[in-house]
């Protein structure tokens, strides 16, 4: 099955800090990959859609210079959280298609990594 | 817009009962629904994905169903076990952009043994 592997699977680090976080297909190619967030016992919240090759499209309200993303190979999206400050902290989950399971209009799920848990002091 | 809610947020039932979630949407221009299963601090796991033209769907003890005209989907767990304790997310794809899943809050089950 398709798999997608997240990392760092945790950190916490310094308020001021740039933190990477990298999304993989393992197993598959994936034109585009999808940023999501999850605060405590809520749900998750479309950040970005990242798309190989070109600038990602970023949802209402999500600052693009806070975060960057960079799909640069078809296995491959980033996404740095710039000078991250204690707001930051939440649950960072992407997700992915698989090339092979049709266009992005087709009714075929997205493969979800095991998500980031970054915490800011 | 699209909004998904989950009802209950918590459920906690004795191992070995038959038990429903709740999940509905505000707009049924939809692709498909999916139910997802969440560990705590982990990512989502995917359990069953029902296609707009679908009624239902089921795998092993689970089963969903789809309810496209009323808004409303339900994921039936039968012979509950403590290994499925988790948080239930339902998402659905929103027509015309597929790709948009919009989730619900979650339930958050407990099974004890």
């Known amino acids: 099955g398709a798999v997608v592997s997240q990392h760092p699977s945790w950190v916490i680090c310094k308020s001021g800090t740039s933190v990477k976080i990298e999304c993989r297909s393992l197993d598959f190619q994936a034109t585009t990959m999808f940023w999501y967030r999850q605060f405590p016992k809520q749900s998750l919240m479309l950040m970005a859609t990242s798309n190989e090759g070109s600038k990602a499209t970023y949802e209402q309200g999500v600052e693009k210079d806070k975060f960057l993303i960079n799909h640069a190979s078809l296995t491959l999206s980033t996404l740095t959280v710039t000078s991250a400050h204690p707001e930051d902290s939440s649950f960072y989950i992407c997700s992915a298609r698989d090339l092979r399971e049709g266009p992005i209009s087709s009714n075929q799920p997205q493969h979800f990594g095991d998500g980031t848990r970054l915490s800011i002091l | 817009k699209q909004e998904v809610t989950q009802i209950p947020a918590a459920l906690s039932v004795p191992e070995g009962e038959n038990l429903v979630l709740n999940c509905s949407f505000t707009?049924?221009?939809?692709?498909?629904l999916q139910w997802f299963r969440q560990d705590p601090g982990k990512g989502l796991t995917s359990l069953l994905l029902i296609q707009s033209s679908q009624r239902e769907q089921t795998s092993g003890r689970l089963n969903a169903s789809l309810d496209k005209s009323s808004g409303r989907s339900t994921l039936y767990i039968a012979a509950s076990q403590p290994g499925d304790s988790a948080t239930y997310l339902c998402?659905?794809?929103?027509?015309?952009?597929?790709?948009?899943?919009?989730f619900g809050q979650g339930t958050r089950l407990t099974i004890n043994p």
């Open positions: 998402a659905v794809s929103p027509r015309p952009k597929a790709q948009k899943l919009v």
């Open positions: 707009d049924s221009a939809i692709y498909n």
